[in-house]
């Protein structure tokens, strides 16, 4: 069943499979994914979500002109063979690839709510989390990945971590010991090709198309992975219902995010006093941030990822919003124009930090940076403005996260 792949891989059907038997790294509890197996076989309604970045995405597979074709990603081809193998009704089964090229857990955490329960209109079945390969100094050290994973499965989703590969590296071992403490099953991507044999330097058009994202051949290898999981899952007996811990894996863990977007009606979507100051009056001004950038990153799926953005042109009347939290997620496009300004942060008047809207390489992908990290929740102001000289430049603040 995997020589094809494995001829494109150039190694033994043999070697392929235990290659594949590898990456199984921890199977966890799987009550949820059996769960998810039994609604599928009956044909139920089953939802499906993947967050991650541009290897979930689906960078990587080319067709023989060089044009990506990202629907040969892993995550759609995982989709699809699911629906072939479990589902009694195919057309019940409903799939949200909410990933973003660039992106580090941190972001989706940001993200969650609005690209993955929005879209789907419920939270999903199965969740699948891939963020290993751009996590390096994401800014909230696996909190972000560990708020996912808590939230997910507090609303009876079932959860598998991903750990792709990349001819750099990956933060498997960061990331892996949080996804252990909630016992939730893990795919590792860079133990299997590492037992493998198949070469992995940069630009083999192997495993690899680049230095990090997969030839269509890799993303098989990676659904092959998935679904081996899921076989031993449903072969095996049936495991204790999921418990989740009532303790946290990290210091200073995020028990509850709320992410606000230009045109959010703050003062009645979010309760008191997560997002409103402490007597329960919101205070708000956007300032000279009163535009909308429409040139942001854009989606492979289609469509424009954060459209809804506070975006400053000139002057210097500053971004300002009161909030009750005790953790600030901030994200702004990293813009490719050199028009772009820096933009100063400011925590309760205290300049905290100085932020660059465009450097080298920025290719208008969305950046997200701690800017307030504290033990308890207390109200604070976030201020934003123009740094000196760039009064009259561009600055596009895309979300704010506020973690409690």
Known sequence: MYKETAEKLGISEEKYAESVEKSLLNKGNYFLI???????TAGEK??????????TEGAGPKDDKGNELFQLGYAYR???TIKEKYAKVPENVIFDNAALSGSPSALGAVRYEKDVVEV????????????????????????????MIRYALSHGTAVIAIYAAATYGNQQANMSPVAQFYNIPEISMSDALAFSGINSEKDSNIFYSD?????????????????KLLEKCNEADGDRPFEIPVGFKNEKAFAEIKTIYSGTNYSTNYSVPFVLTSDGNSEFDSGSFCKKDEVVQSIKKGGLEFPDN???VEGNEPFEITMYCKAIIFVHKNASA?????AEIYIDGKLTQTIKGHTEGAWNDCAAKLILDEEKSTEHKLTVKMAAGSENKKFTILAIGFAN
Do not use: Q
Not at 122 to 147: A, K, M, Q
Not at 211 to 227: N, R, S
């Open 338 to 342: 050199e028009d772009f300004g820096d």
């Open 78 to 80: 995982f989709f699809e």
């Open 120 to 147: 789907l209109g419920t939270h999903p079945d199965l969740l699948f989390i891939e963020f290993s390969v751009n996590d390096y100094l994401e800014c909230t050290t696996t909190r972000g990945f560990e708020y």
């Open 211 to 227: 230095y990090v994202h997969p030839t269509a051949a890799g993303h098989t290898f990676m659904v092959d992975c998935m679904m």
């Open 310 to 312: 506070w975006h400053h």
């Open 34 to 40: 059996k769960k998810v197996i039994s609604k599928l």
């Open 46 to 55: 089953v939802t499906i979500a993947a967050i991650g970045g541009s290897v």
